[in-house]
């Protein structure tokens, strides 16, 4: 659907994200990466993630992550991470992030969500507020 980052939030990169190599420890960008998805919902949707997750009882649980580490960060970068929606299906979303410094790719992540009930833990389709809040924000054509 789109390319270009829809959400971007800017992360310093601190010691707690390190490790003793002085670079970060990759599973701390999939730590990132959640932070920047719930932001994502709350700040960029306008529907705040601990009432779709506590109230709602909505998950959104990671049914496929890939990633590709392309350059390392240290402690002190201040590094740029963009969200953008690859493809909307019924119970599905395909999100694509990239993390950069300075123009240059650190880290690439493509993951696809799928909306469940927390109930029962079984899919359910996107909710109806969810799915045009993400509309809204897409380009049409």
């Not at 998950?59 to 909307?88: H, N, Q, W, Y």
């Not at 240059?104 to 969810?130: E, G």
Request: aromatic share 8%; hydrophobic share 40%; proline share 6%.
């Amino acid at each position: 659907m789109n390319s270009h980052p829809l959400f971007e939030k800017p992360i310093r990169i601190r010691f707690s994200h390190c490790d003793p190599a002085g670079i970060v420890f990759y599973p701390q960008y999939l730590i990132m990466l959640n932070g920047v998805l719930e932001d994502w919902f709350t700040e960029g949707l306008g529907i705040a993630y601990d009432d779709l997750l506590g109230v709602r009882r909505v998950g959104t649980p990671t049914l496929r992550l890939e990633c590709d580490f392309k350059a390392v960060s240290r402690m002190g970068d201040i590094v740029s991470l963009g969200l953008s929606v690859e493809r909307m299906g019924q119970s599905s979303l395909t999100l694509n992030y990239v993390c950069q410094c300075h123009n240059k790719v650190r880290f690439l992540a493509h993951q696809v969500l799928v909306f469940t009930d927390l109930n029962t833990h079984r899919s359910m389709p996107i909710p109806n507020d969810v799915r045009a809040a993400i509309a809204a924000l897409l380009p049409t054509g």
